[in-house]
């Protein structure tokens, strides 16, 4: 199985700056698509940032120009750089991976517990 750790969240004034990231561990063949999710209260989750093992990337349309993703697929760790935060990006957040046991190309998701982004003045 593999396991996944979020760090980096916390509380922010609108317009600040987190950098969240996130660490597989375990045991896995490999990692295909990693993603960021998010859900606030009331609210269902969301795909927040999604990127390929070959850096390919998307993002939802509300945090386009604000966010960045990326990998370092040596460490097997993601990072969201979330800046100009908003206080609609206050959720929790959870790290996803698309994992690959063996040599065949069934993909198991995985998800960490989740990381609380709260951007409030």
């Known amino acids: 199985q593999v396991q996944l750790a979020e760090s980096g969240g916390g509380l922010v004034q609108p317009g600040g700056s987190l950098r969240l990231s996130c660490a597989a561990s375990?045991?896995?063949?490999?990692?295909?698509?990693m993603g960021w999710y998010r859900q606030a209260p009331g609210k269902e989750r969301e795909l927040v940032a999604a990127?390929?093992?070959?850096?390919?990337?998307n993002y939802a349309d509300s945090v386009k120009g604000r966010f960045t993703i990326s990998r370092d697929n040596a460490k097997n760790t993601m990072y969201l750089q979330m800046n100009s935060l908003k206080p609609e990006d206050t959720a929790v957040y959870y790290c996803?991976?698309?994992?690959?046991?063996?040599?065949?190309?069934?993909?198991?998701?995985?998800w960490g517990q989740g990381t609380q982004v709260t951007v409030s003045s």
């Open positions: 996803n991976a698309e994992v690959r046991r063996d040599w065949s190309r069934v993909l198991f998701p995985a």
């Open positions: 990127i390929t093992s070959g850096g390919m990337t």
């Open positions: 375990g045991s896995f063949f490999s990692i295909n698509t």
